[in-house]
């Protein structure tokens, strides 16, 4: 069974000029699963997860995170929230740890305590104290997941955490949601990759040039049943 929503739109439209880049949008994502956003490049992905973030204004429409009207109620919201949205950056002379320790000085010092953990819980345990510059692609998106856990978010949004990755790697990152989801965590990916998503995810949204195309199960969506996942928590 699928938990409450964690993400919530209706009517959500974004136009840059005359450009429309996310039409009217109705969807949401399922707590408590691996959901994947996936779309072809310029679908709108990235504009849609800027918005849900409110790093972007929307042009008209509502969002609700974590139950929470956004961006009315954008601190609450966030407070629940850990987001990558583009390549992880760390100081480069600094070790893992040391990066870490950095991040939970200025956003949370309640989690100084949980650093060993936290590196451990992204597979960095071994390689914590050696620089920051060291790392990999892969290593530092891991890093950057730690740095989210530092505030023990309910929801993870990542977009494309699997881009550029090698196959080791996105084997790593999959690994990595899979266990966050089952910890209780909620994570939604963005992908350009069906592969991608239909290995890592539980449930999926392919957008298209702004518009909802389909949703749910893979097997839904396969099936045609596709309307199942979306709108199902409508009274
Ligand atoms: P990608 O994976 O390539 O980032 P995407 O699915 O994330 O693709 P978006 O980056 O959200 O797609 O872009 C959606 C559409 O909005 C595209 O047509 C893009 O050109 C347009 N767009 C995005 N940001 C802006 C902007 N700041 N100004 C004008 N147009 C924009």
């Known amino acids: 069974a699928q938990g409450q929503a964690v993400i919530q739109t209706a009517g959500l439209t974004k136009r840059f000029g005359d450009r429309v880049a996310?039409?009217?949008?109705?969807?949401?994502?399922?707590?408590?699963?691996?959901?994947?956003?996936?779309?072809?490049?310029?679908?709108?992905?990235?504009?849609?997860?800027?918005?849900?973030?409110?790093?972007?204004?929307?042009?008209?429409?509502?969002?609700?995170?974590?139950?929470?009207?956004?961006?009315?109620?954008?601190?609450?919201?966030?407070?629940g929230v850990g987001a990558i949205?583009?390549?992880?950056?760390?100081?480069?002379?600094?070790?893992?740890?040391?990066?870490?320790?950095?991040?939970?000085a200025v956003r949370n010092r309640g989690a100084n305590g949980r650093i060993d953990a936290v590196l451990g819980r992204v597979g960095l345990s071994d390689r914590a104290d050696d620089k920051a510059g060291s790392y990999s692609l892969g290593m530092r998106q891991r890093l950057g997941i730690g740095r989210c856990l530092l505030s023990d978010p309910r929801l993870l949004i990542l977009d494309e955490p699997m881009n550029g990755?090698?196959?080791?790697?996105?084997?790593e990152m999959r690994g990595m949601i899979r266990s966050l989801v089952d910890e209780g965590r909620s994570v939604m990916i963005s992908s350009h990759l069906l592969d991608e998503v239909e290995k890592t995810c539980d449930a999926l949204a392919i957008i298209d040039r702004g518009e909802l195309i389909a949703a749910g199960t893979m097997s839904e969506i396969a099936s045609g049943t596709n309307d199942v996942l979306v709108g199902s928590d409508d009274p």
């Open 85 to 104: 949205v583009e390549e992880p950056r760390f100081h480069p002379y600094l070790t893992g740890r040391e990066n870490l320790r950095v991040a939970a």
């Open 22 to 79: 996310i039409a009217p949008l109705d969807f949401q994502v399922p707590g408590g699963c691996a959901f994947g956003l996936l779309g072809p490049n310029g679908a709108g992905k990235t504009t849609l997860i800027r918005m849900v973030l409110g790093l972007i204004p929307a042009t008209s429409g509502e969002i609700t995170l974590l139950g929470h009207q956004m961006p009315a109620s954008r601190a609450a919201a966030l407070a």
């Open 165 to 171: 990755l090698d196959p080791a790697g996105i084997q």
